[in-house]
Nanobody, 124 residues
Framework: QVQLVESGGGLVQAGGSLRLSCAAS????????MGWFRQAPGKEREFVAG????????SYADSVKGRFTISRDNAKNTLHLQMNSLKPEDTALYYC?????????????????WGQGTQVTVSS
């Protein structure tokens, strides 16, 4: 089992920044993918960003490309999402997720472990 705990969400004005963190504990995998997803009320969960074990490969949704940066610290079992130039449409519950093997994919059902989420609200 892998336990994931997100933090860093909050209320911010449009144009502002937030940094989300995800602490992982429990069983770890040598080649697992980590990702961030988000879900707004009434909408389906959507992929935000993903990163490989080494951090050498990252992937972003078009809607956040150039504004968000995903990173990981394997020594501390921590995942981060730096979010800049936030927009009201970024408002959602943000989840950290782990995929046990394979490449970065955008389908949330392909990820096996999930955190409880952290709320991000961007006011206009």
């Amino acid at each position: 089992q892998v336990q994931l705990v997100e933090s860093g969400g909050g209320l911010v004005q449009a144009g502002g920044s937030l940094r989300l963190s995800c602490a992982a504990s429990g069983r770890t995998f040598s080649s697992y993918i980590m990702g961030w997803f988000r879900q707004a009320p009434g909408k389906e969960r959507e992929f935000v960003a993903g990163i490989t074990w080494t951090g050498g490969t990252t992937s972003y949704a078009d809607s956040v490309k150039g504004r968000f940066t995903i990173s990981r610290d394997n020594a501390k079992n921590t995942l981060h999402l730096q979010m800049n130039s936030l927009k009201p449409e970024d408002t959602a519950l943000y989840y950290c997720a782990v995929r046990q093997s394979g490449p970065i994919v955008t389908m949330w059902r392909e990820y096996q472990y999930w955190g409880q989420g952290t709320q991000v609200t961007v006011s206009s």
